[in-house]
């Protein structure tokens, strides 16, 4: 494949030398689950009649409901489960996901501890078995394709629901841009664009941080690379983000750092908090993050694709689609399985997709969620409807797509970060990074295979 680049991108390519920097991988991460405690067994009919008493409601599993949430993402999830709980006659309790213990029934589990799971799969349980097993009614071709990766098998079933999926997009502050004499309303398109907005973001309007980001790996890496056509991983699971594209856009943001233009503040979700605070003009961050930007003080939201790079043969991608997703424990009774199931029927229902919605700022699986969550969200004023249409669109279009993620293989992330941050920190050239950083995660996978698959089963 031939590349077309402008004569700036060259100019920073040939700078790029090819040191080798050996390093050890990271250890493998351990799982976190919760333990369960057993249904009760139902009890023996009596042998002779006896008087007759006030019916009780129906007995119910004690099924928890494991995560990493933190307080205030618990507190959103706990409002969910005590609706199913008064509307289902449940039980579902929530417990904390702890390292090394057996799974609970139900796991809701971030993209980044999909490495736990991959590692022990024996301790759960495909979804599409436990609804047929339960007759629960579950049509997963009503889901959208978008949303499906990394929780289908080979067959196309979905052995996970994808709860929380977003993807990257660009946020803005409009209050910003109209200080720095930029249109409000004319977000930049590409990367070589947006690098004149933060010079006047910089000069004009005063920012100390014209521009930061989120979740470094997943932005960078991932998705620049699906946006230009290459996935970051193989079909087969090896690592591949080292090419001519990939190269040139990390040098660039090289150049951003060295002109105080790019302000990188940790490997997460760090840098969100200086966007909520005004201090950063821009930020590159999961499209469900609009729920914790859109109050914020000083602060009039704007969204944008996520930029990409125009001198890249074929144009423009799609971005990938990643989150929490619910996965269900193995060795569970079946009264257990039954809750699990309508638990799963109950997410699913338009009305609930809505609240979660209106909590988590995720993605709506469905089109009849889609086309009802904001109209009854926006009465509660915490989604945007644009954030929305902005984050679908961004996730169709023409592009390969991996389903396996570098910022879901834990010791994988952890090692790209590295090389990144001493990119970025001047201290190697970009092309040396992330030969650096593919030959040492392929080393990773070689010597744990059962990583390089998107899921278990």
């Known amino acids: 494949m031939s590349y077309s680049i402008r004569p700036l991108a060259v100019a920073v390519s040939l700078a790029l030398a090819f040191p080798a920097l050996a390093a050890d991988p990271a250890a493998k991460p351990t799982v976190k689950a919760a333990a369960k405690s057993s249904a009760k067994p139902a009890a023996k009919a009596a042998a002779k009649p ?11 599993a004690d099924f928890e ?4 949430l933190s307080p205030a993402g618990e507190e959103r999830l706990r409002a969910v489960v005590d609706r199913f709980n008064k509307e289902h006659g449940g039980n579902l309790k929530l417990s904390r996901l702890e390292k090394g213990e057996r799974p609970a029934g139900l796991n809701l589990v971030s993209a980044y501890d999909m490495s736990s799971l991959l590692a022990n799969a024996r301790n759960f349980v495909p979804l599409h078995e436990v609804m047929a097993k339960a007759k629960e009614p579950f049509k997963p071709g009503e889901l959208s394709a978008e949303l499906k990766g990394g929780v289908v098998d080979a067959k196309g079933r979905m052995v996970a629901l994808p709860l929380v999926y977003s993807t990257p997009v660009l946020f803005y502050n409009k209050a910003a841009f109209r200080k720095a004499k930029l249109d409000p309303d004319q977000p930049p398109k590409t990367w070589f664009e947006m690098q004149g907005m933060l010079d006047k973001l910089q000069e004009v309007g005063g920012y100390a ?19 230009s056509g290459l996935p970051a991983v193989t079909d087969k699971g090896s690592l591949a983000f080292n090419g001519l594209p990939q190269v040139k856009h990390v040098a660039m943001m090289t150049t951003w750092v060295k002109a105080n233009y790019f302000k990188l503040f940790g490997r997460r979700d760090e840098a969100s908090k200086h966007f909520i605070d005004g201090e950063c003009a821009m930020i590159t961050t999961n499209s469900r993050e609009h729920v914790d930007f859109v109050n914020a003080k000083g602060v009039e939201l704007g969204v944008a694709p996520l930029p990409y790079h125009d001198d890249v043969y074929g144009g423009r991608r ?9 996965w269900i424990g193995a060795g569970r009774s079946e009264a257990e399985y039954k809750q699990a199931a309508k638990f799963v029927s109950f997410l699913l229902a338009p009305d609930v997709q809505v609240e979660l919605v209106r909590a988590y700022g995720g993605l709506p699986l469905t089109a009849a969620a889609r086309s009802a969550a904001c109209s009854k969200v926006l009465q509660g004023g915490d989604c945007r409807q644009e954030v929305i249409d902005v984050a679908v669109n961004s996730l169709k279009g023409q592009g390969a797509s991996s389903a396996r993620h570098v910022a879901d293989i834990d010791a994988v992330r952890i090692i790209t970060d590295e090389e990144l941050e001493q990119v970025w920190a001047n201290k190697e050239p970009a092309k040396a990074g992330l030969d650096q950083a593919v030959s040492r995660g392929n080393a990773y996978l070689n010597a744990n295979p059962a990583m390089r698959k998107a899921q278990p089963f």
């Open 50 to 60: 006896v008087a007759k008493q006030e019916s009780a409601p129906p007995a119910s």
């Open 65 to 68: 409901l494991a995560h990493n």
């Open 209 to 227: 941080c014209p521009y930061t980001t989120s979740w470094p790996v997943w932005v960078h890496v991932d998705n620049v690379s699906a946006v």
């Open 318 to 326: 799609h971005t990938l689609a990643d989150g929490p997703t619910l």
